[in-house]
């Protein structure tokens, strides 16, 4: 999720924070997110296992729905849309800006700017990127294709399947 000024943030999964825990229940609990970070201020690179895999799908979806809402009424639904999660290192709020969508990604914690680290969350700094609705898409297809990858045998997350 890289803008033409080349801000925003690039996201992965590295592999599960327990790849070979005996319970599939932790096995396939945490992801380590690893990450890049470009602003005005300055660039760096991030790990940490912040989203858990539903969490990870949640995200894609979400994306998905903002790409879908900004192409068919210009704007995400009802203001801007927001997504947090249990971990506070990683949020998100869309808003329609022109034919753009203004992405603010809330960077805290283990991903926060080295010139910017704190012991405790709840003010995180913001990359700012302003993306087409199809960039957002093609992220949206890229991390669930991804995420797709580290679904457990039978494809499913706490009793819902993919």
């Known amino acids: 999720m890289i803008d033409s000024d080349g801000y925003g943030v690039e996201l992965s999964v590295a592999g599960y924070q327990f790849p070979e ?3 599939p229940r932790i096995r396939y609990s945490w992801l380590v997110i690893a990450g ?3 602003c005005p201020e300055g660039n760096w690179s991030f790990r940490w296992q912040a989203l858990s895999l539903d969490d990870t799908v ?3 979806d979400w994306l ?5 809402e900004a192409g068919t009424s210009g704007k995400p639904a009802h203001g801007p849309a927001r ?3 249990t971990e506070p290192n ?3 709020t869309a808003t329609r800006d022109g034919g753009e969508i203004a992405l603010a990604i809330g960077l805290d914690l283990e991903f926060s700017p080295p010139w910017n680290r704190r012991a405790t969350a709840g003010s995180p700094f913001v990359v700012d990127a302003r993306l087409a609705p199809a960039d957002i898409a093609t992220a949206a297809k890229d991390l669930g294709a991804e995420v797709d990858s580290y679904l457990p045998p039978g494809g499913r997350l706490l009793g819902r399947a993919r």
């Open 58 to 60: 949640e995200l894609a």
């Open 21 to 23: 825990h005996i319970d």
């Open 36 to 38: 890049t970070a470009n």
């Open 90 to 92: 990683l949020s998100f």
């Open 64 to 68: 998905r729905r903002i790409a879908a």
């Open 83 to 85: 997504l947090a999660f």
